[in-house]
């Protein structure tokens, strides 16, 4: 299984990004999967999720502001982001779960090299 991100880049307060994870080997029909970020001396955090059955889950930071979303027939997963602000520089993973109890538990097996989002004020 491979996960590739790309999309990240520096941009003004008030900008807008939409982060790719193209996904190889695993069927997004059969895969939980999400987008994390962590910056600098933080922890990893979980910023959104979206199921097999499409339905998706976002951190407090990300409603109304990201959204994720998949394609199906290029197996692509997106985070489209919206309002950025310079807290939401971080290094932005995607990551995938074989089984749901991982996705629930974010114990995610499948992960990313990363994508740097870097918010300028």
């Known amino acids: 299984v491979r996960l590739v991100e790309s999309g990240g880049d520096s941009v003004q307060a008030g900008g807008s990004l939409r982060l790719s994870c193209v996904v190889s080997?695993?069927?997004?029909?059969?895969?939980?999967m999400a987008w994390f970020r962590q910056a600098p001396g933080m922890e990893r955090e979980r910023v959104a999720r979206?199921?097999?059955?499409?339905?998706?889950l976002y951190a407090d930071f990300a409603k109304g502001r990201f959204t994720i979303s998949k394609d199906h027939a290029k197996n692509t997963v997106y985070l489209e982001m919206n309002s950025l602000e310079p807290d939401d520089t971080a290094m932005y993973y995607c990551?995938?779960?074989?089984?749901?109890?991982?996705?629930?538990?974010?114990?995610?097996?499948?992960w990313g090299q990363g994508t740097q989002v870097t918010v300028s004020s």
């Open positions: 080997g695993v069927s997004l029909s059969s895969t939980c």
């Open positions: 990551a995938g779960a074989s089984e749901f109890r991982r996705c629930v538990s974010r114990t995610y097996n499948y």
């Open positions: 979206i199921e097999r059955d499409d339905r998706t």
